[in-house]
């Protein structure tokens, strides 16, 4: 996992006591989580509760994870109560920083991160729920529909040794990859015109689905950004169900909104840029470039099937 750091003891108790005096919160334990892709994730226990805590050290996602905040804090003033709730500083900061890190605390949540048919269904009506929250004040990113993506892919791309074998591997699928860069410039032209429609998106909501015995939850609200609901619908848009749901769910909460096939095709080929950008982050940090293979033969071939066929 790229955020799985091995810390040492005395580390874990200066954590302790830096959220002892910035929280007024009296752990009795912390132990490492396998949550997060950018942050390292901790449990941290008292006597009667306990709390996740979330530490981004990378300069990249830092000023990501920090400007999420407020979008969780407006969810939770607006009783989106399927969201984790922030646990304020004793200063009542929303975050702040240690060892460097930007770090949150929230409320913990005892579940299991799945994603089937089922849960898909189910967090639509969230994401639904969630475009009905007021968006005015918020700062944060606002879609422009560019090719960026792309754009800096290659650039990082270009950068390296030709001789590595991350290299080596883009070369392999090279025409591919061309192919969707040009596909994404496409779509880009089609959609930048269009700023109408915007709510707030999750952008990852099927990958952070948690099932708990009480309720389940939508987490990790890292990368929010005021956008069209097609940020988080395009994931499964390639199965008539999974269409249909999204569309009864908008309608049910008083959208009248209907998912626009260019919308779909742009964010599939966004995303696509998006994720091989945060392999190349992984690797220029770590040099680890385990997973990129199976993700350029993996999960979002399929979505492929279905969007390369719109025109």
Known sequence: MYSDVIRSDEYRQQLLDFIRQEYEIEGIGISSTKRGFYGETWKLSTTDDSYFIKTVYSAVH????????????????????FVSKIVKTSRGQLSTHFDGAVLGVFDWIEGENRQDDDTKIREYRMLAKVYTVPTAGLCIPKEDFSARSAEIFFAQWESLSSDLPICTLFERHRDRIEDRAKRLRLFSQRCKNDRSSFFITHGDAGGNYIVSKEKDYLVDWDNPMLAPPERDAWFCMQWDWARKAF?????????????????????????????????????????????????????????????????
């Open 62 to 81: 830092k000023p990501v994870y920090e400007n999420s905040f407020p979008v969780i804090d407006r969810l939770n003033c607006y009783e989106i109560d």
């Open 247 to 311: 569309h009864e769910t908008l309608r049910q909460n008083g959208i009248d909104y209907s998912l626009r096939p260019e919308r779909l095709a742009y964010y599939c080929y966004h995303m696509f840029f998006f994720y091989l950008n945060a392999y190349l982050d992984c690797f220029a940090e770590t040099g680890a470039i385990q997973g990129i293979e199976e993700y350029l033969n993996g999960w979002i071939e399929e979505a492929f099937r279905y969007m390369d066929k719109i025109t």
